[in-house]
């Protein structure tokens, strides 16, 4: 299958401080890419739908100030968390799609962000 | 609207003996499902999926799936469950367009005792 590739696979930051993830698909590419938020021992909740060249589709009770996306290409999304808090910390997971009404989301192996 | 259930939060099973993951989806327009699993921080792995055509659908690992329109299910087995089958595994579901966005049942912790 194809490959999508998440950096950093986990990061400590400090309380106040901005963090980038960034979510690759190596060898297709990539016209939506999802981010998804998993809270321990939970489901993935979905936070955006981003297509390339567009903004990004948020969805509720999401800040879309404080998770800024950007999909600037076809192989490459970045999700950046503004100004982290405690609250903040959790395990973010993108997935790509490519064209053609591909049916299969491939998912990046996550991102662990844990804010002091 | 989709929503997916997934009976048991976890699941006990011995090595060898067989698995059954139960999933139920809901969905106003004929549904493209999904298995995944999960390992302790890591993404997620596709072990099959349902789009059209049989509906007895073989994946990887050994496990399968079937979907059933009339009870609107589709459950997930393996025969024998071997040790490194244990992990987290969640359904889900999306419309038969292929660009709507997968909806996440809650996940089924599956454990396997020696």
């Known amino acids: 299958g194809a490959v999508v590739s998440q950096h950093p696979s986990w990061v400590i930051c400090k309380s106040g401080t901005s963090v980038k993830i960034e979510c690759r698909s190596l060898?297709?590419?990539?016209?939506?890419m999802f981010w998804y938020r998993q809270f321990p021992k939970q489901s993935l909740m979905l936070m955006a739908t981003?297509?390339?060249?567009?903004?990004?589709?948020?969805e509720q009770g999401v800040e879309k100030d404080k998770f800024l996306i950007n999909h600037a290409s076809l192989t490459l999304s970045t999700l950046t968390v503004t100004s982290a808090h405690p609250e903040d910390s959790s395990f973010y997971i993108c997935?790509?799609?490519?064209?053609?009404?591909?049916?299969?989301?491939?998912f990046g192996q996550g991102t662990r962000l844990t804010v002091v | 609207a989709q929503s997916v259930t997934q009976l048991g939060s976890h699941v006990s099973v011995s090595e060898g003996a067989l698995v059954l993951l139960r999933c139920n989806y809901s969905?106003?327009?004929?549904?493209?499902l999904f298995w995944y699993v999960q390992y302790p921080n890591q993404g997620l792995q596709l072990l099959l999926k349902?789009?059209?055509?049989?509906?007895l659908v073989k994946g990887i690992n050994g496990f399968e799936a079937e979907f059933k329109k009339s009870e609107t299910s589709f459950h997930l087995t393996k025969p024998s469950a071997h040790m490194s089958d244990a992990a987290e595994y969640f359904c889900?579901?999306?419309?038969?367009?292929?660009?709507?966005?997968?909806?996440f049942g809650k996940g089924t912790m599956l454990l396997v005792s020696p």
């Open positions: 997935s790509a799609r490519g064209e053609r009404g591909n049916t299969e989301a491939f």
């Open positions: 981003s297509n390339e060249g567009s903004k990004a589709t948020y």
């Open positions: 889900a579901v999306s419309s038969n367009s292929g660009y709507s966005t997968l909806t």
């Open positions: 060898d297709f590419q990539a016209t939506t």
């Open positions: 349902y789009t059209t055509g049989a509906t």
């Open positions: 969905s106003s327009v004929p549904p493209y």
